[in-house]
């Protein structure tokens, strides 16, 4: 079982900056064994993905609006993924979710994990809110 607890979220002005982080307690495997993913959700919209990260960190995916603005890392010793977002606009306003992907066989780090549905386990979310 794995639990996803995100924290950071808050108000900002448009320009700011946030650093989200979602602590990770998992039994059974290692958290550095899962692909971790930040999914954003806004008012009547679909969720959608933000950034990913590969099991040892070395890959990453970003969402082509945050390109150049938000950052993913991860720190495996303290089980923890982080997003660091900067130059924040109003339209990055949305619920941010955690959420993890057990890693199996010899799977390779790519696009598939944009999909939601790749990801077995998902935080409660925390909101982050940009004023203009």
């Known amino acids: 079982q794995v639990q996803l607890v995100e924290s950071g979220g808050g108000l900002v002005q448009a320009g700011g900056s946030l650093r989200l982080s979602c602590a990770c307690a998992?039994?059974?495997?290692?958290?550095?064994?899962?692909?971790m993913g930040w999914f954003r959700q806004a008012p009547g919209k679909e969720r959608e993905s933000v950034a990913a990260?590969?099991?040892?960190?070395?890959?990453?995916y970003y969402t082509d609006s945050v390109k150049g603005r938000f950052t993913i890392s991860r720190d495996n010793a303290e089980n923890t993924v982080f997003l660091q977002m900067n130059s924040l606009k109003p339209e990055d306003t949305a619920v941010y979710y955690c959420a993890a992907h057990p890693r199996s066989g010899k799977e390779i780090f790519g696009l598939q994990y944009r999909a939601p549905q790749m990801y077995d386990y998902w935080g409660r979310g925390t909101q982050v809110t940009v004023s203009s």
């Open positions: 990260i590969s099991w040892g960190g070395f890959n990453t």
């Open positions: 998992a039994s059974g495997r290692t958290f550095g064994t899962y692909v």
